[in-house]
């Protein structure tokens, strides 16, 4: 597979051989807003202020952003929920509720 960076934004993408792409299944995009969902996760931890940022490698409290970043989580859960078994319901259900106790916990102090 070959990665091309196209476009002033850096946008990649991915070419691949014909045997590659028929080895290949069609993206499931829940899949993709289950990564997406780990990923804002990460954001939010970081801009709680409870974790290094991955860039500067210091601890970085930004309260509106991390609000937004859960606010997004949230939403992103809700529409995730229909599709994920039990067990990962709880684990999104406990994600959730630990970014909200933090986030209150954090603009307390």
């Keep these: 597979m070959v990665f091309a960076c196209n476009g002033p934004l850096g946008y990649f993408s991915a070419t691949m051989s014909e045997e590659q792409a028929q ?3 069609p993206v499931d995009v829940y899949e993709v807003f289950t990564m ?3 990923q804002l996760a990460e954001i939010a931890w970081t801009k709680l202020g409870l974790r290094p ?4 490698r210091r601890i970085e409290k ?4 991390a609000r937004v970043t859960i606010d997004v989580i949230v939403q992103l859960a ?3 929920e229909a599709k994920l078994d039990d067990e990962d319901k709880r684990q999104v259900r406990n994600l959730v ?3 909200k106790m933090n ?3 954090q ?3």
């Design 103 to 105: 986030f209150v916990t």
């Design 36 to 38: 997406i969902l780990g």
């Design 53 to 56: 940022d991955l860039a500067t």
């Design 78 to 80: 809700r529409v995730l």
């Design 62 to 65: 930004d309260l509106e952003q």
């Design 23 to 25: 080895e290949q299944r």
């Design 97 to 99: 509720s630990d970014l």
């Design 107 to 109: 603009s307390q102090a």
